[in-house]
């Protein structure tokens, strides 16, 4: 299954073009170069008269001949390349194949990579596709040298696709980690894996003697491949271990002292390898990286000045990459972002274990609102809490306002996950509260985000007049700045805040506003949001057509972003819109794509609403009353375990809606009861005026007239 056994293969299925035969040469047990040819001959059984060189020997007896020599195990006889060249140029109708970590550098060699086997991405979850991949099922062939009756179960598979994904499907590395299954289970090697308790390397090793010593661990493999290189080649290769996953060569120039011409040389001897498909880009094998990173360890200082060189280099990207998360080419800084993701993270864990302030200032708002705007709120919460742990102590205003932001942007990230309530994240908000002030004139652009932020979050608890406060401090600290994306967004925030509070007119000429500039900014995700903001606002004034086109604009860039929560936000929006133009079974297509993206992505604030709010009057208006009876029972409980008062007085509101088309008056009065307060405490005037309205239906119906024509009054 590896390079030895490939070229085996291989030499079976091409025999017949070799007349004069197929030799395997297994170099493993030489050690000398110059007894190359020597070795060779022995091989093939020819016998060596004393007056000749025995490389000459060998090419007469080749010479004339049309054979495959296959050479494995090549890597530690370079020196013997010479020899090589000399051969194949007398020996023109005989070829070699040759096995090797490291590239021979002969102008007629012709390269073949030989990759790990397939594993099943992180990502995939179906067991028979898992079973499917290479490594996986190796990986289970070999436990049932063991275990003969050995039937993976579901949690097995997901347990040895971890195990194959972290050794990149290595096939002595699979073989290596299944020979525990004499004493663990698929699922106690994964865990050792992927903690920290042991060394992957220590335990990728097994006692077999039929196996040459080299491949009976993976650490004395990779320390063959460590002694093939120069002193020079080795402190660099340890040097790149503080990488994670692919890097660029630039990168690895910067941080590693890394010329392009010695990662040339690391290439060649199989320590670093190109990524195919983006240019420019290598990568470690993980295994091989965990080795380097152990001899860094031994190097003393060297370790520290590279972790602090990757941090600055990542830290550095960040901000260069900042400004253009908010204009025309913010797809393309998410793309470069996405390609250093792993190193990213692992630059912001060294910089928060190092505790260096000034880098976390410097790259928090660039770094969360990638995570905010590319879905990770889990990435961004983990992010916070791991700063937020590393300044626990410290009494500078640095670390202060550090601390400030952090703590804003977490609860932000919670509140999007929905956790909420009494716990972090609404100690958090509270702690915003009392001490954004205390930022606000040292640093604007700090207290800017962190007024946005507050805003957000104001909007997810329906506490309006917050959100009003502090978009409206956050408008005045960019505008100060000169940031039109800041200022752009706190209109938006104010747009959404006077909508929701039936206040259309001022609300519509915001989000023109914040349109206006999301277009001079030419930013694609602001648009997309700004658009639907205007067609949310003229759907509910009637402009219908004015609607539909700004939501299909919204829709199209949503695409061409990639948000799949914005596409979803659009597609119940357009369900709205069809709904009010007549068209309610269009409407329930549109809300049905909407739902199911939403419960793809597994976001149960977001499912709340799509359950629980004005979406469900399509269905209402569609005729198809047990759906919209089981949404509500399904979106109700969520939004009270969210505690969303907006989604609770609607689902309320709704219910009632449904108990008056049975004429079920008490019933109406009952869920009005809850509705009503929760939609007045947080001054929901359009939700209001439909509870007392259908109050005065159910008083009518009841003969109430009285009470009937105070509710249609109030509604009014």
Not at 167 to 182: E, K, N, Y
Not at 195 to 216: I, K, T, Y
Not at 502 to 516: F, H, I, K, N, T
Request: hydrophobic share 45%; net charge negative.
């Amino acid at each position: 299954v590896g390079k030895s056994r490939l070229a085996l293969e291989v030499a079976r299925r091409q025999a017949s073009r070799y007349p004069d035969g197929v030799f395997w040469v297994a170099l493993a047990p030489l050690d000398d170069a110059d007894l190359f040819a020597a070795f060779v001959c022995q091989t093939l059984g020819l016998s060596l008269r004393g007056d000749a060189e025995p490389l000459a020997q060998l090419i007469n007896h080749l010479r004339a001949k049309r054979l495959l020599l296959v050479l494995d195990n090549l890597e530690h006889l370079l020196d013997a390349r010479p020899q090589l060249a000399t051969l194949l140029e007398a020996a023109p109708h005989s070829q070699l194949l040759c096995t090797t970590r490291v590239r021979l550098a002969l102008q007629c060699e012709r390269l073949i990579h030989v990759e790990g086997l397939s594993t099943p991405s992180a990502q995939t979850i179906d067991a028979d596709a898992i079973a499917t991949a290479g490594a996986v099922s190796l990986y289970c062939d070999r436990v049932r040298h063991v275990d003969p009756g050995f039937q993976a179960s579901s949690e097995d598979l997901a347990a040895i696709g971890a195990i194959c994904r972290t050794v990149a499907g290595h096939p002595l590395a699979v073989i290596l980690a299944a020979s525990w299954a004499d004493l663990l289970s698929p699922q106690e090697v994964a865990q050792r894996f992927l903690g920290e308790s042991e060394s992957m390397l220590d335990m990728l090793a097994q006692d077999a003697p039929d196996l040459s010593v080299r491949h009976r661990s993976i650490r004395a493999l990779i320390e063959s491949v460590w002694a093939m290189l120069t002193p020079v080649e080795q402190v660099a290769f340890a040097k790149l271990s503080v990488f994670r996953g692919s890097f660029s060569v630039a990168a690895a120039e910067a941080v590693a002292d890394a010329s392009p011409s010695l990662q040339r040389h690391l290439v060649a001897k199989s320590c670093v390898q190109r990524v195919d498909g983006e240019p420019g880009r290598v990568q470690i094998h993980e295994l091989l990286r965990q080795y380097a990173a152990e001899q860094l360890c031994q190097m003393g200082n060297e370790r520290v000045r590279a972790r602090d060189a990757h941090a600055r280099y990542f830290v550095d990207l960040l901000q260069t990459r900042a400004p253009d998360l908010k204009n025309e080419a913010q797809g393309a800084a998410i793309a470069a972002l996405n390609l250093d993701y792993d190193n990213i993270r692992a630059a912001w864990r060294w910089v928060c274990q190092a505790r260096q302030v000034a880098r976390v200032v410097r790259s928090l708002d660039a770094l969360c609102s990638y995570y905010e705007w590319t879905g990770r709120a889990a990435d961004g919460a983990w992010a916070c809490e791991l700063a937020l742990a590393s300044l626990h102590g410290m009494g500078t205003s640095a670390s202060g306002r550090a601390r400030l932001a952090l703590q804003t942007w977490q609860a932000l990230f919670d509140r999007t996950m929905g956790r909420h309530g009494g716990g972090a994240c609404g100690d958090q908000s509270r702690l915003c509260g009392q001490h954004v002030a205390a930022v606000n004139e040292p640093t604007p652009g700090t207290a800017g985000m962190v007024l946005r932020n507050r805003a957000l979050l104001a909007l997810y608890h329906d506490d309006f007049e917050s959100l009003e406060r502090s978009a409206t401090a956050g408008q005045r600290c960019f505008v100060e700045l000169g940031d039109r994306w800041g200022e752009a967004e706190t209109l938006q925030l104010l747009s959404w805040s006077n909508s929701n509070r039936g206040r259309y007119a001022a609300g519509l000429a915001q989000a023109e506003a914040a349109l206006a500039l999301r277009r001079e900014l030419g930013d694609r995700r602001g648009l997309a949001n700004a658009f639907m903001s205007v067609g949310m606002i003229n759907a509910r004034l009637g402009a219908l057509d004015c609607a539909r086109d700004a939501l299909t604009e919204s829709l199209e860039l949503w695409r061409t972003v990639g948000d799949v929560r914005g596409l979803s936000g659009a597609f119940s929006e357009l369900g709205l819109v069809a709904m009010l133009s007549g068209d309610a079974e269009q409407g329930t297509v549109y809300h049905g794509e909407a739902l199911r993206i939403i419960r793809g992505l597994g976001m149960e604030m977001w499912l709340a609403m799509d359950l629980c709010s004005e979406v469900v009057d399509i269905y209402l208006h569609a005729g198809r009353f047990t759906t919209a009876a089981a949404m509500l029972a399904e979106g109700l409980p969520i939004a009270q375990a969210q505690d969303i008062i907006w989604f609770q007085g609607a689902a309320r509101l709704r219910s009632a809606a449904l108990a008056l088309l049975d004429e079920r008056t008490e019933a109406v009065q009952a869920e009005l009861a809850k509705a009503m307060p929760a939609l007045a405490s947080i001054k929901r005037m359009d939700d209001l005026g439909l509870a007392y309205l259908l109050d005065a239906t159910a008083a009518a119906l009841d003969g109430d007239t009285l009470r009937g024509s105070e509710r249609l009054e109030q509604g009014e």
